[in-house]
């Protein structure tokens, strides 16, 4: 009795000893972990909001992960309605998903394996890459004069044998819009050949989103699909929110390759639930957007550069003669991180809003990178 108590009791210790180191390792590895931005860097890289998450979102999901252990589909079911009723659509025309990058990935994959995809030179198009991957084929079509979409190229080549055409409105990196009336029009016609795939990741940050969005076009039936994301204006990138608009039949084919109902984690749909409708964090973000979006403008034409007009959280700057990465290699040495070269485009630097301190850290360094430049 006395051994076997004795036992226990050093069983118990050594059992209590491995939890405790254990613990110690967890809380170690977590204590090294940067979760987002890293102390004295200005994060001005990749387009997120970091106002964000709203306190409505914070809230609920600590208490999500609670509930950890269960399945969320329930809340998919409650975002989908959320969003169905803000556009008046159907649920079955809404698929969730991991960031819309996912989604957006999923089906440049699916509508590749007939005929080729329709991109842009200059775009965001981690999705067409996707597909090439998987063997299937992407045309680009080189951007206009000024860098924009150029809708009437973009038409005569959709004419031909393409599976699906992909637009992102307003733009990345370039940050500037099509015009709706001229962009609903071009769409429609496009619509009747082959499927149209409008990325509207920034839209809600745009001078006027219900104008801009082409969702009315998928709700009056046209062969089009419209992706949007928690991880811009609702600052949620980190929790991979996204989802897409489009007819039942290019919902059910992306559900069926698996994309839609458990592919989002129960933390994210919290968030985004809680944080969909929140009107006045929105408001708020935006008013940080576009405040940081003038301080950039002003810094960049008092230094002789100048940018392209953005309706999103981000400026694409023409540099001049400066190469673009040489540029963000000089910002590094300020603790600032930006965007170097996109594809041929080298005169081009593409730098994110963020804080306000951020942004005027961004504004202090300009003059002095120019000069460490020889400009
Ligand atoms: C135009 C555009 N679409 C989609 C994405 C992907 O975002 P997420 O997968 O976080 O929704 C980005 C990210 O920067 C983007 O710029």
């Known amino acids: ?35 987002g931005a890293a102390d004295g860097i200005a994060r001005l890289h990749w387009n997120e909001n970091p106002y964000g998450p709203s306190k409505k979102a914070i809230e609920s999901m600590i208490e999500s992960t609670y509930q950890g252990a269960y399945y969320p589909d329930h809340l998919i079911g409650i975002l989908k309605s959320m969003i169905a009723e803000k ?7 809404i698929a969730i998903s991991s960031g819309s990058t996912q989604v957006l990935s999923n089906l440049s994959q699916i509508m590749t394996r007939t005929n080729p995809m329709l991109g842009m030179e200059l ?24 860098l924009e979409i150029n809708l009437n190229e973009l038409e005569l080549k959709a004419k031909k044998d393409v599976s699906a055409v992909s637009i992102v409105n307003p733009n990345n990196p370039t940050g500037t819009i099509l015009n709706s009336k001229r962009l609903t029009e071009s769409v429609i016609r496009m619509s009747k050949k082959a499927l149209v795939i409008v990325d509207e990741a920034y839209n809600e940050i745009t001078n006027d989103s219900d104008k801009n969005t082409m969702i009315g076009l998928v709700k009056s039936g046209h062969n089009v699909a419209v992706s949007r994301t928690f991880s811009k204006i609702y600052g949620l990138a980190g929790q991979r929110i996204g989802y897409i608009i489009s007819q039942p039949e290019v919902i059910q084919s992306i ?6 109902h458990f592919s989002v984690s129960l933390t994210g749909l919290a968030g985004a639930i809680s ?9 708020y973000s935006k008013s940080k957007i576009i405040e940081a979006r003038e301080m950039i403008n002003d810094a960049v034409a008092s230094n002789g550069l100048s940018v392209l ?10 540099i001049g ?7 963000r ?13 996109y594809g041929s485009f080298k005169n081009w630097s593409r730098v994110s809003m963020g804080k306000i301190e951020d942004i005027q850290r961004y504004v202090d360094a300009l003059p002095k990178v120019l000069d460490a430049l020889g400009n």
């Open 1 to 35: 009795m006395q051994y076997s108590r004795r036992k226990f009791i050093t069983r118990s210790a050594s059992v209590l000893s491995i939890a405790a180191a254990n613990n110690l390792i967890i809380k170690h590895t977590l204590a090294n972990v940067v979760y």
């Open 87 to 93: 556009h008046d659509i159907e649920t079955n025309q």
């Open 123 to 146: 775009g965001w198009d981690t999705h067409l890459l996707s597909a090439e991957a998987s063997g299937g084929k992407v045309i680009r079509q080189p951007n206009g004069i000024n």
């Open 255 to 260: 559900i069926k390759n698996g994309t839609g």
């Open 275 to 283: 944080s969909y409708n929140d009107q006045a964090f929105l408001n």
């Open 309 to 318: 007009p953005s309706q999103t959280n981000f400026v694409f700057v023409n």
């Open 321 to 327: 003669d400066l190469n673009a990465n040489e540029y």
């Open 329 to 341: 290699d000089q910002m590094k040495q300020h603790g600032i991180l930006i965007q170097g070269q």
